[in-house]
């Protein structure tokens, strides 16, 4: 059976999809590069930012590759309700990471840093899980790894970024609590889950 992404329509679909959901973030760092010889931040990242950008990526490719050199791992479940599944997960992942993103406004940066005077944001989704970014990014990528409709498609995607995000997560609450103190420790305290509401 042909992978629907084999089909013009479904393909352009998929890449409206991922247009809408992730244009944002690109268009955001091209802006933060023009710009970079005035930031003020200081960074804490090590590496993980390249890390997820490596873990993403990784899954994509070896995601395709799957659905063309393991057909025998397809989801068969009605594979049109997936399609349209994945899609609409991709768009509320989008949706969700634009909210956070917004929600930060100039706190907001793509490694972890620390900016002067910086404060502790927990309104809008920050209310419910400490870093609703990266639940965004993972709604994001489990869409894709749905469209796909393969079990190792979606392992890998999933699998990959998570890892990743676990790894990020780590660094980016110590370097927080370090340098931001109480406040942080405060809304660490108040907000338990890190990425899923009631889950983790």
Request: charged share 20%.
């Amino acid at each position: 059976m042909e992978p629907l992404l084999s089909d013009p329509v479904y393909l352009f679909v998929f890449y409206a999809a991922v247009a809408v959901a992730m244009g944002p973030d690109i268009l955001r760092e091209i802006r933060r590069r023009r710009r970079e010889d005035t930031e003020t931040a200081e960074a804490h990242d090590k590496g993980s930012r390249r890390v997820i950008g490596i873990t993403g990526g990784g899954g994509i490719l070896v995601g395709v590759a799957a659905i063309y050199l393991l057909p025998s791992m397809t989801i068969l479940w009605h594979s049109h309700i997936m399609f349209a599944v994945g899609i609409a997960v991709l768009l509320v992942g989008g949706a969700v990471r634009r909210y956070a993103v917004q929600t930060l406004d100039e706190y907001f940066t793509p490694t972890v840093k620390i900016h002067q005077n910086q404060q502790v944001i927990d309104t809008g989704p920050y209310r419910w899980v400490r870093h609703p970014s990266y639940t965004g990014g993972l709604l994001e990528y489990t869409g894709i790894g749905l469209v796909l409709s393969n079990w190792v498609s979606i392992v890998a995607i999933v699998g990959g970024l998570v890892i990743a995000y676990v790894y990020r997560i780590r660094i980016e609450e110590r370097t927080l609590s370090e340098e931001l103190g109480e406040p942080y420790q405060r809304f660490l305290d108040r907000t338990p889950y890190r990425l899923i509401p009631y889950v983790w």
